[in-house]
């Protein structure tokens, strides 16, 4: 069905992947000591879009090292967790094991996920940081249709679009610049990483590639799947400071300084049925 496969810009960015995730394991970010002791690490965004997930299969695309796809398991569902980068797999293992959390991790290219799973799934959800990486999304969106069950449910909750036209600038003054196009040609766009947006350091960790698709690309490629649109929000705060002078209100959620705040788009989430 798909055949984007693990060209070399994939490559490279499982590569980094991998380096990222033993940064990531051990930073404050994910704070996988708080996790341990029994933090979720779900926002009210994907909780009260998914409900109640108690005896629901779910199938969690992009799952980095898993602290998302377990918080869903220790609220009831029967999860199994995808991503392409073979140290974050094995390090979502070893939590599920040292937690005694039941849970299944696969390593796989999200395009290549059909011939190395076979069975459906009433929720297939991924989130924070996703489309970005994939250059593709009719393919994507073919894929999450291909593993939903009848009346199956698709939640998607990312960052902006719209945001990232803005390229580096500093919040509060953002809304005044636009550095990129919102509407990217196929190219992907390289960046050469020190650190990651979880830790930051000087240490070279590898090339990135990534695709800025509009939203209307994304959209279209959920309902050209065959999926019903159910909703779409867009919110004024985001996961993590986004843009350099973002502060973090009481809630948790990153805001643009000043007059920044409220002005564009930081979020977006989208559920869809089969
Ligand atoms: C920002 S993280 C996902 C965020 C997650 N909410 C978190 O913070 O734990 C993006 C994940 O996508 C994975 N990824 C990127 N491209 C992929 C692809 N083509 N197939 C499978 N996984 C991919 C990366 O390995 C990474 O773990």
Redesign the pocket.
């Known amino acids: 069905m798909v055949g984007?496969g693990?060209d070399r810009y994939?490559q490279a960015?499982?590569r980094l992947?991998?380096n990222?995730?033993m940064l990531?394991a051990t930073s404050d970010y994910?704070d996988v000591a708080g996790f341990k002791a029994g933090k979720s690490?779900l926002t009210p965004i994907e909780l009260d879009g998914l409900g109640d997930v108690s005896g629901k299969s779910l199938l969690h695309?992009?799952?980095?090292?898993?602290?998302?796809t377990l918080s869903w398991a220790r609220r009831g569902a029967r999860v199994t967790g995808?991503?392409?980068?073979g140290r974050?797999i094995e390090q979502a293992r070893s939590l599920a094991a040292e937690l005694r959390i039941a849970a299944r991790f696969i390593q796989?290219?999200?395009?290549?996920?059909p011939a190395a799973l076979h069975e459906a799934f009433d929720i297939v959800f991924?989130?924070?940081?996703?489309l970005s990486?994939?250059p593709d999304l009719h393919r994507w969106a073919e894929v999450v249709a291909h593993f939903l069950a009848p009346a199956g449910i698709f939640f998607i909750v990312d960052h902006h679009p719209f945001a990232s036209i803005f390229g580096s600038a500093d919040g509060g003054e953002l809304w005044r610049r636009v550095a990129v196009p919102y509407f990217p040609g196929p190219q992907p766009e390289v960046t050469e990483s020190y650190g990651s947006?979880?830790v930051s350091s000087d240490e070279r960790q590898g090339i990135e590639y990534n695709w800025r698709h509009p939203l209307s690309e994304i959209i279209n490629a959920v309902l050209a799947a065959g999926l019903h649109l159910e909703s779409l929000h867009e919110y004024p705060y985001s996961?993590f400071p986004v843009k350099p002078g973002m502060e973090c209100g009481e809630d948790g959620w990153w805001r643009l300084p000043g007059k920044g705040d409220g002005m564009i788009p930081l979020l977006f989430s989208l559920k869809a049925t089969k």
Do not use: E
């Open positions: 984007v693990m994939l960015n499982a992947w991998d990222w995730t990531h994910y690490t695309l992009q799952c980095h090292f898993g602290l998302d995808v991503d392409f980068s974050a796989s290219n999200v395009y290549d996920l991924t989130s924070y940081g996703v990486w994939l947006y979880a996961d």
